[in-house]
């Protein structure tokens, strides 16, 4: 019972979030103010309510533990409703802090960086704490990170008192429109769409070599679009296909490798993309089916490479088709549900093609899944309070999502004072000396590192505002800048040591984290080639510079390198491939996405010789799967 009550806090919660993303999207915005602020008030509370509760076979959280989080609670209240008191105040600007304003500020950023630690653990926490720092103790600082220096008070007015920074755009954006699309994936998994998908999905895949593995491709492609959180599509997805992936023959580093990759590149598919779809029309300015239109066939493409992956994976091993064999029955109730997912989303196109605001899109989708449930699941009108039970998960899931943003917003009004992102996008094109590749590869660095550990909206925040202006220095269009800046930003989450998908991946498959992060990274590869090929080629986004003989040039020459870059990567086609070549198809694979002709021309000859010579050594040689079973990425 006591269990029960301290859960009913972080339950309302929770549910009130929900409650707050439906609302908005169905009467849009009443007081911009209050809802920014208690929506981040609310998130917190669920965070903090949630460490009050000890989960079955875990001990009592200690007196100290329950004494700072009533701190928390009580400072979230006292920042938060201080600023309520003054932000009539703030709309003018007319406003001088007293000691009091100062001291509450400084609360409500300590609750916020203690909730991101909780949450993200130290890399979101040290990004944001060495922002807060950097106002404050940067004209100390020597060369390009020195700036004129901010006394405390203009660093708390920027960051606390101001819609510029925890309160800003970014966090307005997230209650406006994303959160709505987090209930819709949350209800969608509350309803059973999710286990109806994934069975149809197997069902369709189970008479190829790669079964499982295929199945895990598709259904993360579908739940990561939705997703905000690479690592909770893993885990949702994840538990279904990892066993079924290593029951077929893969070992369990492929089979954990296979789905953090795939769920990570949730976030680049249309037509949601893990939500930052809405954050870079808000950014840029550019509409937001445009970007979806430009995302879609690197995104296809990428995809494309893990199915090439998986098949070949399953040809070296010599896996074969089961023809059917032990596939879970798939019922009336299955098919029903699963056409009520493609509903859902066709309805979200139809209502932004047709000019509708993507909060009211999200909306409706949400409705169409919760008249699906009732209609259709027979458990959910015997049994209604579970709607509120979706409702709450789905309010957990949103709260994570805007402690994160909450935290960027410490990283935005910093970098909105210092002018940081200008000043190293001007020190990264003095290093590069004006040499492109050399600027991108520095980008691509810097990307990597920024993103680690982050969800996909907040590392596309914080990414783009250092290291956007890099590259649009240098001519590339704004819309191909922030798609190279939004795949590395995605791709961090499989790459070492962070790899947060891959950590998340290791535990259902029982391998070891930092061989399922190689796995996925091996995987993933092909994601590291594509940004560079559209920003070379923008043709292939169907937006920029598009002609269909350019976009059928650039297609056929993307789709050439990746498959020179899968096979050299996993050592097989047709059988084993000696180390020359595939250190010859790694090198035609990179020349093929280079825009001089001269270069795309010698790949070309190169990935077609070595081909030629693999086919004419190796007529039809297949490795026994006894023989070949212990030899995978």
Same mark, same amino acid.
Not at 88 to 113: H, N
Not at 189 to 218: C, H, M, N, Q, W
Not at 535 to 558: C, E, H, K, Q
Not at 593 to 598: D, F, K, Q, V, Y
């Given at each position: ?29 009443? /007081? ?24 079955? $076979? ?6 100290? &533990? ?36 100062? =001291? ?12 991101? &630690? ?51 755009? @970014?966090?307005? *954006? ?12 949350? *209800? ?14 197997? +069902? ?44 077929? #023959?893969?070992?369990? +580093? ?10 990570? #590149? ?15 029309? /808000? ?68 209502? !932004?093609?047709? $000019? ?5 899109? #999200? ?23 579970? !709607? ?7 309010? +957990? ?25 200008? +000043?190293? @996008?001007?020190?990264? !094109? ?39 202006? *890099? ?52 995987? =993933? ?38 498959? !020179? ?5 996993? $050592? ?34 190169? #990935? ?12 039809? &040689? ?12």
């Amino acid at each position: 019972m006591k269990q029960v009550l301290m859960r009913v806090p972080e339950a309302t919660a929770a549910l009130a979030v929900s409650g707050i993303a439906i609302y908005t999207a169905a009467f849009g915005v009443l /007081d911009e103010a209050l809802l920014r602020g208690g929506t981040i008030a609310l998130g917190l509370f669920v965070v903090v309510f949630a460490s009050l509760v000890r989960e079955p $076979g875990q001990p009592r959280p200690s007196l100290p &533990r329950i004494l700072a989080d009533v701190a928390l609670l009580a400072g979230t209240c006292l920042a938060i409703g201080n600023f309520f008191v003054l932000y009539e105040d703030l709309q003018t600007g007319l406003f001088v802090l007293s000691d009091f304003d100062l =001291a509450s500020a400084w609360i409500g950023l300590a609750v916020i960086l203690e909730a991101t &630690r909780r949450l993200f653990g130290l890399p979101l926490f040290l990004v944001a704490a060495a922002a807060l720092a950097y106002c404050i103790l940067g004209n100390h600082l020597p060369w390009v990170l020195q700036h004129a220096g901010f006394s405390v008070e203009q660093t708390l007015s920027t960051i606390w008192f101001s819609f510029d920074g925890v309160f800003g755009r @970014a966090i307005a *954006v997230v209650t406006g429109f994303i959160l709505i699309f987090i209930v819709f994936g949350a *209800v969608l998994e509350g309803i059973g769409a999710g286990e109806s998908v994934l069975k149809i999905v197997f +069902r369709l895949t189970d008479r190829l070599r790669g079964g499982p593995a295929y199945a895990a491709v598709v259904s993360s492609a579908v739940f990561g679009t939705l997703s905000g959180s690479v690592a909770a599509n893993v885990v949702g997805t994840g538990t279904f296909t990892i066993p079924m992936i290593k029951a077929r #023959g893969f070992s369990a +580093r492929f089979a954990g490798g296979i789905e953090a990759a795939a769920s990570s #590149g949730g976030q680049i598919m249309p037509p949601v993309m893990g939500a930052v779809a809405f954050i870079m029309a /808000d950014v840029t300015g550019i509409p937001y089916l445009t970007i979806c239109l430009a995302a879609l066939v690197p995104a296809l493409f990428y995809y494309g490479s893990l199915f090439l992956a998986v098949g070949i994976q399953a040809a070296k091993l010599g896996i074969e088709p089961t023809g059917g064999q032990g596939r879970a029955p798939i019922t009336p109730l299955d098919w029903r549900l699963s056409g009520a997912l493609v509903l859902a989303l066709a309805a979200v196109v139809y209502l !932004l093609v047709a $000019g509708y605001s993507p909060a009211l899109a #999200g909306l409706a989708a949400v409705a169409i899944a919760f008249a699906a449930g009732l209609v259709l699941n027979g458990t959910l009108r015997r049994q209604p309070m579970r !709607l509120l039970h979706i409702l709450v998960a789905a309010g +957990r899931s949103c709260a994570v999502i805007i402690i994160a943003v909450a935290a960027i917003g410490i990283v935005i009004g910093a970098m909105n004072m210092t002018g940081l992102g200008l +000043r190293f @996008a001007s020190a990264i !094109l003095a290093v590069s000396q004006n040499d492109i590749l050399l600027a991108l590869v520095l980008m691509m660095a810097g990307c990597l590192v920024l993103g680690m550990g982050m969800p996909t909206v907040p590392a596309y925040l914080i990414i783009v505002l250092v290291m956007g202006p *890099v590259i649009e220095e240098m001519g590339f269009s704004t819309l191909t800048v922030h798609l190279f800046v939004v795949y590395f930003g995605v791709l961090s989450s499989v790459t070492p040591p962070v790899a947060i998908a891959a950590f998340a991946a290791a535990p259902i498959s029982g391998s070891k984290p930092m061989e399922t992060a190689v796995s996925a990274l091996r995987l =993933a590869m092909a994601g590291f080639v594509i940004p560079y090929f559209f920003i070379f080629n923008p043709s292939i986004t169907l937006v920029d510079g598009y002609s269909l003989p350019l976009f059928a040039w650039a297609a056929a020459r993307l789709a050439f390198a990746l498959w !020179l870059l899968a096979t050299g990567l996993l $050592g097989h086609e047709g059988g084993p491939l000696p180390l020359w070549q595939r250190v010859l198809r790694l090198a035609a694979a990179l020349a093929l996405i280079s825009p001089l002709a001269e270069f795309a021309g010698a790949g070309l000859l190169a #990935g077609a010789a070595c081909m030629a010579v693999q086919r004419w050594l190796r007529p039809g &040689r297949t490795p026994s799967r006894q023989t070949r079973l212990g030899d995978h990425p």
